[in-house]
């Protein structure tokens, strides 16, 4: 390990204390409560954090003891995490929408003694499991609405437990276990959502926290004054990055919304300047707008398409810092007052001076979008384990199909198989209580697996995947077989929410699809299109043939990738419902299970290589309440045109 | 005369105080037709109360007569252990008494924080002059509504619909955003007519879950009627059961639910 820049600097809570003594003063923290942006200085929220570390402490708190914190993202549950790692604690940040079994299995994993729970509905879902948690000690909930009636033996309100820190005299404690924080200490441990079997717990560092946050930082030059919008899952290493590594190194302010449901609101009010998205989101304010566009007046649309066009010609040039010339420039200028501004600030991103968007590829037309608008918005490579980056887009060379080159301090190597390997500050310690895996991940020198398949690209260096190692097979006839790549390109249309492509040792591959209930539905109502329901609109001939001509472009650009031409897709089928993370098709990230899919589907699957135009078929469902229910549906089975070799080669 | 009324906790921690509104032999006619005849019951603080009963029992004008909209021809309505005069719906909502309606009544042009400020009527003093200049008091008065209003919205967790107009929401929505401006006016006693007619299970579920919380939260008395006997027996202390027009049951869920004139009156009954 190199000795890293940050002197003096080991832990997070000590990067608080810098922060106070710099800029004491300034928000650090913001949150919309009661319909009003509530705000805490950086002196006000170390004041609320040590009055809970000393809170933890009154209940017995123990150094490396785990501290589990459950809820959406409120300044409150940040403080939790820092005022755990003041007393010696690990937080360990868990998915508030997780059911109570994946809940039970990570805290008796980790064996929490303390949860910060953000309401009644994270308290119940602990009371179900409490029987097998069995070193669980005490549950200390934020909002105590309904929860008044609850035992209290085992429960403190947030406040309660604050008083209580406030009165004991316990700071001393406090400031000598702070002190004693070292880089090689465990900073925090995140549960991996796990494509497949059980969730691991990835244990990281202050060393790796710190040090990443800091070249992160660097390479985006994030400063005081920059603002965040805190919405994805605390639990997701991306968000404890950005709203607790980068926001504690270079000291800007995050921001939490009122709600999950008024998030698009939130973030037009507080403009973050620094912004990460999941492409879903971007994908999602495209589709918003473009239908806002259709019931627009004629001279609007006309001066939307003219000024979008000037956008896309002239945007990416400026962004790139490119040559353009006087005219441009006024036309450009003239686009922005009339329509792009006005756009942007519509969707809250006026600010934006840094986007990033990974996770999943994003469709050329919808990045393009975006760099038309003027906005930054570039792609990264990272995982968990990596501390979130890998690989990153430098200003000025952003591309679509690319997600960039190695962050600062990452070293990457490709192995034969195709397989991507890097190795950095940010690589993981361990999974806990898992050695096995970790030594399968990580091997001695410091390299961890990720398995993707990439290959960096000759003359610029950038890092390009194509799917996940193990995804990536061969066919029957031995062609290379990478689904990942064919359902990209499939979901890069408005109308397909997911795609999953199967082939692997087979003669030719098949799709499931599933419909954008928003755009089609769209689609459907202004084209006198009735359905009463998801199912029947997934089924209509006229979504069907959209589909099919969908899925032959899809094929056509396939062919044309030499390598890939045998996953073309010779025939589909529409699913009859949204693949589900209730249901456990995807995981919580949103990203689907294959395997599952594979066997829940089984029939569906059989009928699309048994030649069957149509295929009757029963499905089990989880309700939001775990009730379960069943739906019934006939599929209609479509062939797609296919090109040969010989077409391909005729073009 | 009746029995003095002891304080009792309930089983889940809440406490029910003495008795808040008194209905004393009640009847109501429209012209020849009896729709209430000679009904008594009580209401206690606390408590969640229910009037049930099948289409036609009288249950809604059992609670236009508890709002002060109809007058009795017959009996006594004590509220407060005083007897209420006749008085005006307005009259009554002084007094602490809210309601929502069967049909949504709402302002379906103004946003969905507005209709709620309405619900703020009854506590604005300010005259319309001093509103008009918006200075001193007035100004006041409105940050102080608006902090009520806020924490309505929040506790009935409308925050995303807040500027939106009411005629653009969904109908579980609009009977949310009623309740909000019931509960805005800080009521005594809040009345609920058929909170939950024309909902889905989710939304009833969520609907049960918000009186229980109002109740539990700001203690607030509740009065019922609801046509949905499940939802019900699930959230209410006591029932009253009423068939055309006469009282045929009173009492907790389960001594309703096993009394055999309401089971008559429910499922129907062979007479041989």
Known sequence: MTAPASSGLSSIPALLARNVAQHGGKAAYREKEFGIWQSWTWQEAAYEIDALAAGFLTLGANVGDHIAITGRNRPALYWAMVAAQKVGCVPVPLYADAAAEEIAYALEHCGARFVVAGDQEQVDKIADIRDQLHELDHVIYLDGRGLRKYDHTHMTSYDDLQEAGRKADLMDEVAKRTAALTLEDKCVMLYTSGTTGRPKGVVLSNYNVIETSKNSAEFDHLQPGDEVLAYLPMAWVGDFIFSIGQAMWAGFCVNCPESAETMQTDLREIGPTYFFAPPRVFEQQLTNVMIRMEDAGRFKKWLFHKYMKVGREIGPKLLDGEPVSGMERLQYRLADWLVIGPLKNTLGLSRVRVGYTAGEAIGPEIFDFYRALGINLKQLYGQTEATVFITQQPDGQVRSDTVGVPSPGVEIRIAENGEVFYRSPGVFVEYYKNAESTASTKDAEGWVATGDAGFIEEGTGHLRIIDRAKDVGKMASGALFAPKYVENKLKFYPDILEAVVFGADRDYCTAFINIDLTAVGNWAERNNIAYSSYQELSQHPRVLDTIEAHVTEVNKSVAADGMLAGCQVHRFLVLHKELDADDGEMTRTRKVRRRIVEEKFADLIDALYGGKSEIYTETEVTYEDGRKGKIKATLAIRDAAVQSAEQVAAE | MKDIIEPYVTPDGRTIGGVLMDMRNITLRFGGVEAIKDISFDIREGEIRAIIGPNGAGKSSMLNVISGFYHPQEGEVWFRGQKRPPMKPFQVAR????????????????????????????????????????????????????????????????????????????????????????????????????????????????????????????????????????????????????????KIGDGTPDEVRNNPQVIDAYLGVAHD
């Not at chain 2, 309505?152 to 909000?180: M, N």
């Open chain 2, 95 to 246: 007094l602490g008494i809210a309601r929502t309606f069967q049909n949504i009544a709402l302002f379906e042009g103004m946003t969905v924080l507005d209709n709620v400020m309405t619900g703020r009527l009854t506590h604005m003093k300010s005259n319309m002059l001093a509103q008009a200049i918006w200075r001193g008091k007035a100004e006041r008065e409105e940050v102080e509504n608006r902090e009520k209003v806020e924490r309505i919205i929040d506790f009935l967790e409308i925050q995303a619909i807040r500027k939106t107009p009411v005629g653009r929401l969904p109908y579980g929505l609009k009977k949310r955003v009623e309740l909000a401006r019931a509960l805005a006016a800080e009521p005594k006693l809040l009345l609920l007519d058929e909170p939950m007619a024309g909902m889905n299970v989710e939304e009833k579920e969520d609907m049960s879950r918000f009186i229980l919380d109002v109740n539990d939260e700001f203690g607030t008395t509740i009065a019922l009627i609801e046509h949905d006997m499940g939802v019900v027996m699930d959230i209410s202390d006591r029932v009253v059961v009423m068939d055309y027009g006469r």
